[in-house]
Each structure stands twice: as structure tokens, then as C-alpha cells.
């Protein structure tokens, strides 16, 4: 609208709306140290550029104290407040951040108060009367603020705050200085700015990031959480069954625990389990008799198995193993229902699920690593498709524990890492991914001939599944921060690139259309439909 207003001074660093003398300005904190003041209407500035910090400005805010509007300003170690009658400083430097203040808002508390919240690079975040300048608290856990504001929500006054080294935007109550919600954006990128709205009478937050993308997500404050919201270190592999006929992601991580979420609400269906011997290394998850269960297993070479209805073991640890689990996989259309575990010792066991015994023999030709494996059905027996060292997969009955002799051909020495099957037209396929960058970095294979009928094109594959939604067979895949899917009967992406902010860990995908990708030590959830 209008003309570029005409700077006359180095980058706009920050900008609020006043007024002044009956007229909005517009205050611009600049890089050149000084705070300028513009008619937002003529576009003209309105008194000399205000000069007092000793660094650039990052951060304006204005509000009326005591009865005149007045600009409060951060850029060096202090806050500064400004007359905009004048352009006069208001008092004394706040002082006591260690960090240059990058981020500042202004509230009013229940006794009606007026104070700033302030905060920035390698500095607390602090919470100051705005008449005084002296400190009234400090918001814990909110270092290397980035942006902040604030707004009320069912009568309670809160902060909104994003940090630099936190995926999530932090709500706070600002009377407690307690953490009352956390909110995720899914921005690929730390979040630089952050503002509240109401849409369809729904409070909002709207972020944005140094990527260029711009999210909206809804407001929700509840009572300071008792419980986890994420694991506390890196998810290291994930699995979907269903609990009382909710569909759930089972997330297992370094920080030794396996999480059960409900894929609806995000609730966490059960407390974390653990056995409190190691990270957890692999998971997968099935029903057994109507009953849900996991099997995990671990670097300390135990399989675990977990009854997901109770949120506690099904028995003890088994404990054949005799080094770290590489990967599980699970099967119930066989009578056991079984799990079946590879390991850094180079041997594959399987177990009944029902009894948690090993059955069948552990098979020590297998002397080479098995680094990922996936069970599907082949005339109508199981079978578990095992990543080959040199390429490809070969099969092994499920019944018996033994190779069957079918296995693809050729071998280009680089094992196999990934290995993902579903069902196509009633024939079971598989889709595999090795280190080799020559190679295509996604085979696609019949399993019943053991021939390559396609590839999938992507970067680097650090995380793969496969599901059939709505009779559509697709296979999910990561690359680095970012999470696609294709079709696996005509080979063509079907979805857009979505980045994620962190490295993506591990997915998994459902025939109801949900997508979880895990990265870092959180989870998100998307949905997948015929017609995407």
C-alpha cells in the first residue's frame, strides 16, 4: 500500500505500532543503533532518529505508560524505554541480561502492572516492571530467546516464546512463571517470529522461520505437564498396531524407554516402558490374540516383549542374544504369531509370541550382518524378507527359521540398510536401499520372483515404510530433513518434499493413512488420502 517508506539508516531490525500525538507511527529498531519514528500514513519521520543503545536495536515494543506512549527497546545488554513525545529516555537502562536482547514484549498483570519481558543470545529471559526497570522474575529453561509476545487466554496472561535451541514454542503464565503449554509448528528451521491471532473465533499462533515459511497453529494453554510431551533423547525407530481399537505409534529411543502415543490425540496411551538396560535399539509391534504387543530390542542384545493393553512386560527378557538387536519385525498371520530379530552377533532368531520362546534354530551360517528385515506372506505362508550384504534380500520361512533358496541375484559388496514390503494386487513387494551411490537409492522387487520391476528417485534414504491406504500401495521415505511418499505401481512421487527441522530418524505408515515421522526426540503425524 503506498510507497516504500524511506530509511535513510542501515537494516530494519524490528518494528511496533504507537501513536503519537493522535497520529500511528511506526518505531523501528535499526542495525545503526538508533530507534526511528515514521507517520504510517505520510510515511515521513516524524523527530530525530533516538540514539542511546550502543549496538543494534533488535527488538521494539511499545505501550502507554502512565498515560503517554513510550517505546521499550533491546538491542545491546540493556532495555531501554523512550518517550515518544520526546524521544527522551524513561528512566534507567534495565540491565542485568548477559547477551545482546534480541526479543521484547510488554503485558499488563492481574494488579496491573506493566512489565517487559526481555531475553536473548546466551541470556535468561527476564520479566521486569516497565515503570521501574527492576526484575520481577525470570522465565527457567527460556535461554537464547528469539522472539516473544504476549496475549491472554481464558484470563490467564501468558508469554509466547520461541528459543533457538528448542524445536517447540513455549507458552508461559506470566503471574506463576510456569510453562503451561508447548506448541510445534513443524518449521524446518529455528522460529524467528512469532504473533497471536483469532481465527473462526480460535486463538491462534502464526510463526514464521529464516526458511521462508509461515505456519499457523492453534493456541492451547492447559495446567503445567506432569508428563513428557517427547522422548529425552533421539527416537531410534518407530511402529504403529492399534490399543482398544485406537491406531498408536510405538516410538523406542536412546533414552531407554519405549512410548506408546495415541495417533488421534497425541496422548501417551500407557506410562514410557523400560527395563532400564540401554537404549533401545528396534521395535515392531502387532496383535496377539486381540491383544496388542511390542517387541523391542536393545543394545545390550535383550528382546523384550510388551503387552500395550497393560503398559507392562509380557515376561522377561529374552536374552539369547549376544550383542546389539539391529532389527525386528513381527508377523501374525501364522499360527504362533511370531517376532523374528536380527543381531550384531549374525544371528536370526525367531520367537512365538504367545510363549516368548525362541523358535526353529538361530542359524549361524548367517555370516554376514543383517541390518534391516521385514515379514510379509508368499503363498500364503510368512516369511521375513532379510536385507543381503551385497544387495537386495533374501527369504527366510517363518515357520522353520531357514532360508528358503529364494534371493535376488548379483551382488555389488554394499549391504542392504533398509527394507520395507506390502502388498500389491495380492503380491507381496519389497522395497530396498543400500550404501551404494551408484545404485538407484530405492529398488522396488517382486517378492515372489525376486526381480527388480522398478526404483524409486530420492537422495541419501536414512528412513523407509511401506502401507497399502484406500487398495493405493505407497512407500514413505526420508532423506535427510525431509519426508516424501510414492507410488509403488507406477513408481511417481505423489507427494511434496516436507522438511522437518531435524535429521528424520525413522517412519512408519498405516493403512488408515497415517504417516509418522520421527525426528530428533519428537514425533509428527500426517495424513495420507487417495486423492494426495
Not at 56 to 68: E, H, M, N, Q, S
Not at 371 to 384: C, E, M, R, S
Given at each position: 500500500?503506498?510507497?516504500?517508506?524511506?530509511?535513510?539508516?542501515?537494516?530494519?531490525?524490528?518494528?511496533?505500532?504507537?501513536?503519537?500525538?493522535?497520529?500511528?507511527?511506526?518505531?523501528?529498531?535499526?542495525?545503526?543503533?538508533?530507534?526511528?519514528?515514521?507517520?504510517?500514513?505520510?510515511?515521513?519521520?516524524v523527530?530525530?532518529?533516538?540514539?542511546?543503545?550502543?549496538?543494534?536495536v533488535?527488538?521494539?515494543?511499545?505501550?502507554?505508560?502512565?498515560?503517554?506512549?513510550?517505546?521499550?527497546?533491546?538491542?545491546?545488554?540493556?532495555?531501554?524505554?523512550?518517550?515518544?513525545?520526546?524521544?527522551?529516555?524513561?528512566?534507567?537502562?534495565?540491565?542485568?541480561?548477559?547477551?545482546?536482547?534480541?526479543?521484547?514484549?510488554?503485558?499488563?498483570?492481574?494488579?496491573?502492572h506493566?512489565?517487559?519481558?526481555?531475553?536473548?543470545?546466551?541470556?535468561?529471559?527476564?520479566?521486569?516492571?516497565?515503570?521501574?526497570?527492576?526484575?520481577?522474575?525470570?522465565l527457567?529453561?527460556?535461554?537464547?530467546?528469539?522472539?516473544?509476545?504476549?496475549?491472554?487466554?481464558?484470563?490467564?496472561?501468558?508469554?509466547?516464546?520461541?528459543?533457538?535451541?528448542?524445536?517447540?514454542?513455549q507458552?508461559?503464565?506470566?503471574?506463576?512463571?510456569?510453562?503451561?503449554?508447548?506448541?510445534?509448528?513443524?518449521?524446518?528451521?529455528?522460529?524467528?517470529?512469532?504473533?497471536?491471532?483469532?481465527?473462526?473465533?480460535?486463538?491462534?499462533?502464526?510463526?514464521?522461520?529464516?526458511?521462508?515459511?509461515?505456519?499457523?497453529?492453534?493456541?492451547?494453554?492447559?495446567?503445567?505437564?506432569?508428563?513428557?510431551?517427547?522422548?529425552?533423547?533421539?527416537?531410534?525407530?518407530?511402529?504403529?498396531?492399534s490399543?482398544?481399537?485406537?491406531?498408536?505409534?510405538?516410538?523406542?529411543?536412546?533414552?531407554?524407554?519405549?512410548?506408546?502415543?495415541?495417533?488421534?490425540?497425541?496422548?501417551?496411551?500407557?506410562?514410557?516402558?523400560?527395563?532400564?538396560?540401554?537404549?533401545?535399539?528396534?521395535?515392531?509391534?502387532?496383535?496377539?490374540?486381540?491383544?496388542?504387543?511390542?517387541?523391542?530390542?536393545?543394545?545390550?542384545?535383550?528382546?523384550?516383549?510388551?503387552?500395550?493393553?497393560?503398559?507392562?512386560?509380557?515376561?522377561?527378557?529374552l536374552?539369547?542374544?549376544?550383542?546389539?538387536?539391529?532389527?525386528?519385525?513381527?508377523?501374525?498371520?501364522?499360527?504362533?504369531?511370531?517376532?523374528?530379530?536380527?543381531?550384531?552377533?549374525?544371528?536370526?532368531?525367531?520367537?512365538?509370541?504367545?510363549?516368548?520362546?525362541?523358535?526353529?534354530?538361530?542359524?549361524?551360517?548367517?555370516?554376514?550382518?543383517?541390518?534391516?528385515?521385514?515379514?510379509?506372506?508368499?503363498?500364503?505362508?510368512?516369511?521375513?524378507?532379510?536385507?543381503?550384504?551385497?544387495?537386495?534380500?533374501?527369504v527366510?520361512?517363518?515357520?522353520?527359521?531357514?532360508?528358503t533358496?529364494?534371493?535376488?541375484?548379483?551382488?555389488?559388496?554394499?549391504?542392504?540398510?533398509?527394507?520395507?514390503?506390502?502388498?500389491?494386487?495380492?503380491?507381496?513387494?519389497?522395497?530396498?536401499?543400500?550404501?551404494?551411490?551408484?545404485?538407484p537409492?530405492?529398488k522396488?522387487?517382486?517378492?515372489?520372483?525376486?526381480?527388480?520391476?522398478?526404483?524409486?528417485?530420492?537422495?541419501?534414504?536414512?528412513?523407509?515404510?511401506?502401507?497399502?491406504?484406500?487398495?493405493?500401495?505407497?512407500?514413505?521415505?526420508?532423506?535427510?530433513?525431509?519426508?516424501?511418499?510414492?507410488?509403488?505401481?507406477?513408481?511417481?512421487?505423489?507427494?511434496?518434499?516436507?522438511?522437518?527441522?531435524?535429521?528424520?530418524?525413522?517412519?512408519?505408515?498405516?493403512?488408515?493413512?497415517?504417516?509418522?515421522?520421527?525426528?530428533?526426540?519428537?514425533?509428527?503425524?500426517?495424513?495420507?488420502?487417495?486423492?494426495?
Amino acid at each position: 500500500m503506498g510507497e516504500p517508506f524511506p530509511l535513510q539508516a542501515d537494516s530494519v531490525e524490528a518494528l511496533a505500532i504507537a501513536e503519537r500525538h493522535g497520529r500511528q507511527v511506526v518505531v523501528a529498531g535499526c542495525y545503526d543503533t538508533t530507534v526511528r519514528v515514521w507517520d504510517l500514513e505520510t510515511r515521513q519521520e516524524v523527530m530525530a532518529p533516538i540514539r542511546g543503545h550502543t549496538g543494534p536495536v533488535y527488538a521494539v515494543a511499545t505501550a502507554v505508560l502512565d498515560g503517554r506512549w513510550v517505546a521499550v527497546t533491546g538491542g545491546d545488554r540493556t532495555v531501554r524505554v523512550w518517550d515518544l513525545d520526546t524521544g527522551d529516555p524513561v528512566g534507567s537502562p534495565f540491565t542485568g541480561h548477559s547477551g545482546h536482547v534480541g526479543a521484547v514484549a510488554v503485558a499488563e498483570l492481574a494488579s496491573g502492572h506493566l512489565v517487559v519481558v526481555s531475553g536473548g543470545y546466551r541470556t535468561t529471559t527476564r520479566v521486569s516492571d516497565l515503570a521501574t526497570g527492576l526484575p520481577v522474575g525470570d522465565l527457567p529453561r527460556s535461554a537464547d530467546l528469539e522472539a516473544v509476545t504476549t496475549t491472554v487466554v481464558h484470563g490467564r496472561l501468558v508469554a509466547i516464546t520461541c528459543n533457538s535451541d528448542e524445536p517447540t514454542i513455549q507458552v508461559w503464565d506470566l503471574e506463576t512463571a510456569e510453562l503451561v503449554g508447548e506448541l510445534f509448528p513443524q518449521h524446518p528451521r529455528t522460529v524467528h517470529a512469532v504473533a497471536t491471532a483469532v481465527v473462526d473465533g480460535r486463538q491462534v499462533v502464526v510463526s514464521s522461520c529464516d526458511g521462508g515459511s509461515v505456519r499457523v497453529c492453534d493456541l492451547v494453554v492447559g495446567e503445567p505437564a506432569d508428563k513428557p510431551v517427547r522422548h529425552d533423547a533421539a527416537i531410534t525407530a518407530v511402529a504403529t498396531t492399534s490399543v482398544a481399537g485406537r491406531p498408536v505409534a510405538v516410538t523406542a529411543s536412546d533414552d531407554e524407554t519405549v512410548r506408546v502415543w495415541d495417533l488421534d490425540t497425541g496422548d501417551q496411551v500407557c506410562r514410557p516402558l523400560t527395563d532400564n538396560t540401554g537404549p533401545v535399539t528396534a521395535v515392531a509391534a502387532t496383535q496377539v490374540d486381540g491383544r496388542a504387543v511390542a517387541i523391542t530390542g536393545g543394545k545390550d542384545g535383550n528382546v523384550l516383549l510388551w503387552d500395550l493393553t497393560l503398559g507392562k512386560a509380557a515376561g522377561a527378557p529374552l536374552t539369547t542374544h549376544s550383542r546389539p538387536i539391529t532389527a525386528v519385525a513381527a508377523d501374525n498371520t501364522g499360527d504362533p504369531p511370531r517376532a523374528i530379530t536380527a543381531s550384531d552377533d549374525k544371528t536370526i532368531r525367531v520367537w512365538d509370541l504367545r510363549t516368548g520362546e525362541e523358535t526353529g534354530n538361530p542359524r549361524k551360517s548367517d555370516h554376514r550382518w543383517v541390518h534391516d528385515l521385514a515379514t510379509t506372506t508368499l503363498d500364503d505362508q510368512p516369511v521375513a524378507l532379510l536385507g543381503r550384504w551385497g544387495g537386495g534380500f533374501r527369504v527366510r520361512d517363518l515357520t522353520i527359521n531357514r532360508d528358503t533358496g529364494l534371493q535376488t541375484a548379483g551382488s555389488n559388496g554394499k549391504p542392504v540398510r533398509l527394507v520395507a514390503a506390502t502388498i500389491v494386487d495380492g503380491r507381496p513387494i519389497a522395497i530396498t536401499t543400500n550404501d551404494d551411490w551408484r545404485d538407484p537409492p530405492m529398488k522396488v522387487w517382486d517378492v515372489a520372483t525376486a526381480q527388480q520391476i522398478g526404483q524409486l528417485s530420492t537422495g541419501t534414504v536414512g528412513a523407509l515404510a511401506a502401507t497399502t491406504v484406500d487398495g493405493h500401495p505407497i512407500a514413505v521415505a526420508a532423506s535427510h530433513r525431509t519426508v516424501a511418499a510414492w507410488s509403488l505401481t507406477t513408481f511417481d512421487k505423489i507427494s511434496p518434499d516436507i522438511e522437518f527441522p531435524d535429521l528424520v530418524n525413522a517412519v512408519a505408515a498405516t493403512p488408515q493413512g497415517h504417516i509418522i515421522v520421527c525426528f530428533d526426540r519428537d514425533i509428527a503425524v500426517l495424513t495420507a488420502t487417495r486423492s494426495s
